[in-house]
């Protein structure tokens, strides 16, 4: 389509040659290349960022599809992303105002067995970001329901040029599996009392010893029904 023309202007008349016209209508050409070319290069840019929209869709549905949760912190240790199964897990989704030393508080993170918050140097997903990539399943997620045992994993994420961008971790819910490990570690704790024992007198107080060690208890008392 005709969209304007060409022209060149002086201040005195003038003849212009065959090589002048043939020069103005390279010049033509060349304004017609370059608009040209601009038409298209915005075209492909358009073309590539739908198509970069709908890869990003598909990803984040398959993030949101998977049976652990996912959580992202970008460089500077603010929360980015977290799927549908983290939300959750946590029993929120992401408080961007959050940092790396507010993660534990914010999140409801403990150490295992313990009122006491996780400590932000131990966190996987932090660690991450200091290019380490790390496993632990010694946290615990107080919720309003109880506490919930997890396991982590996390990553730093890198881009072309080597620099970390971003820290990505996956966690699931480990809790009926730890129960069922300090069950079987109490059953055989007491078997072995009970094996090495003279007598269920001398037993009683031993079991209740090997029930509070392996439960992590502090105290521990035995009722005898008369």
């Given at each position: 389509?005709?969209?304007?023309?060409?022209?060149i202007m002086d201040r005195i008349?003038?003849?212009?040659?065959?090589?002048?016209?043939?020069?103005?209508?390279?010049?033509?050409?060349?304004?017609?290349?370059?608009?040209?070319?601009?038409?298209?290069?915005?075209?492909?840019?358009?073309?590539?960022?739908?198509?970069?929209?709908?890869?990003?869709?598909?990803?984040?549905?398959?993030?949101?599809?998977?049976?652990?949760?996912?959580?992202?912190?970008?460089?500077?240790?603010?929360?980015?992303?977290?799927?549908?199964?983290?939300?959750?897990?946590?029993?929120?989704?992401?408080?961007?105002e959050s940092g790396p030393d507010?993660?534990?508080?914010?999140?409801?993170?403990?150490?295992?067995?313990?009122?006491?918050?996780?400590?932000?140097?131990?966190?996987?997903?932090?660690?991450?970001?200091?290019?380490?990539?790390?496993?632990?399943?010694?946290?615990?997620?107080?919720?309003?329901?109880?506490?919930?045992?997890?396991?982590?994993?996390?990553?730093?994420?890198?881009?072309?040029?080597?620099?970390?961008?971003?820290?990505?971790?996956?966690?699931?819910?480990?809790?009926?599996?730890?129960?069922?490990?300090?069950?079987?570690?109490?059953?055989?704790?007491?078997?072995?009392v009970l094996s090495e024992a003279?007598?269920?007198?001398?037993?009683?107080?031993?079991?209740?010893?090997?029930?509070?060690?392996?439960?992590?208890?502090?105290?521990?008392?035995?009722?005898?029904?008369?």
């Amino acid at each position: 389509h005709m969209i304007g023309t060409l022209c060149i202007m002086d201040r005195i008349p003038r003849e212009l040659t065959e090589a002048d016209k043939q020069l103005l209508r390279d010049l033509g050409s060349w304004a017609h290349a370059e608009i040209t070319v601009l038409h298209l290069l915005r075209k492909e840019v358009a073309t590539t960022r739908i198509q970069l929209q709908e890869t990003e869709e598909i990803f984040y549905k398959f993030l949101n599809g998977l049976p652990v949760g996912v959580f992202v912190l970008d460089a500077q240790g603010k929360p980015f992303y977290a799927n549908q199964t983290a939300e959750q897990l946590l029993g929120q989704g992401i408080n961007a105002e959050s940092g790396p030393d507010k993660l534990a508080d914010d999140y409801h993170v403990y150490e295992e067995g313990t009122n006491h918050e996780y400590p932000v140097h131990k966190m996987p997903i932090v660690r991450a970001l200091q290019g380490m990539s790390t496993e632990a399943e010694d946290l615990e997620i107080h919720r309003p329901d109880g506490s919930m045992s997890v396991q982590v994993w996390a990553t730093p994420i890198y881009n072309q040029h080597g620099q970390i961008t971003h820290a990505i971790a996956a966690f699931q819910d480990i809790t009926t599996r730890k129960r069922t490990e300090k069950r079987l570690a109490t059953q055989h704790a007491v078997t072995l009392v009970l094996s090495e024992a003279r007598n269920l007198a001398d037993a009683v107080p031993k079991i209740l010893h090997a029930v509070c060690e392996t439960m992590n208890w502090a105290v521990g008392t035995l009722w005898r029904v008369d």
